[in-house]
Nanobody
Framework: QVQLAESGGRLVQTGDSLRLSCASSGLPFSSVTMGWFRQAPAKEREFVAAINWSGGVPAYAGSAEGRFTISRDNTKNTVYLQMDSLKPEDTAVYYC?????????????????WGQGTQVTVSS
C-alpha cells in the first residue's frame, strides 16, 4: 500500500521560512518523480515544484522560483520543500505526490499517488 505523509505545515509570519517533508512508503521511491502541489481556499490545486528520481534539475512554478527549493533523500524515502520569504498568498494546503516517471512532470494528472496534505498559513 502506497502512503505519502506530509508534515511541517504550520502558522508562520510573512518573510518566515518553513520546511515541509513528505515521507513515502510502498513505492520504489528512488525511481519515481516527486512533486509538491498546493490548494488555497476556493482555488484549484496548482503545481509548486517537482524533482525526478535522480534529483536532477527540478521544476518550479513561477510563484515558487527563487523562494522555494525542492530536494529529496532517497535513503530516507523523503522529499522536502524548503520555503523561504513566505507571503500571505502562499497560504494553502500543500500536497506531495508521486509519479511513476523518470522525467520531471508538472501536471497533476500525471501523478498517481497523493498525500493528505499539510496546512501552511502565512499571516501578514
Amino acid at each position: 500500500q502506497v502512503q505519502l505523509a506530509e508534515s511541517g505545515g504550520r502558522l508562520v509570519q510573512t518573510g518566515d521560512s518553513l520546511r515541509l517533508s513528505c515521507a513515502s512508503s510502498g513505492l520504489p521511491f528512488s525511481s519515481v518523480t516527486m512533486g509538491w502541489f498546493r490548494q488555497a481556499p476556493a482555488k484549484e490545486r496548482e503545481f509548486v515544484a517537482a524533482i525526478n528520481w535522480s534529483g536532477g534539475v527540478p521544476a518550479y512554478a513561477g510563484s515558487a522560483e527563487g523562494r522555494f527549493t525542492i530536494s529529496r533523500d532517497n535513503t530516507k524515502n523523503t522529499v522536502y520543500l524548503q520555503m523561504d520569504s513566505l507571503k500571505p498568498e502562499d497560504t494553502a494546503v500543500y500536497y506531495c505526490a508521486a509519479a511513476r516517471s523518470s522525467k520531471v512532470v508538472v501536471f497533476a494528472s500525471e501523478y498517481g499517488y497523493w498525500g493528505q496534505g499539510t496546512q501552511v498559513t502565512v499571516s501578514s
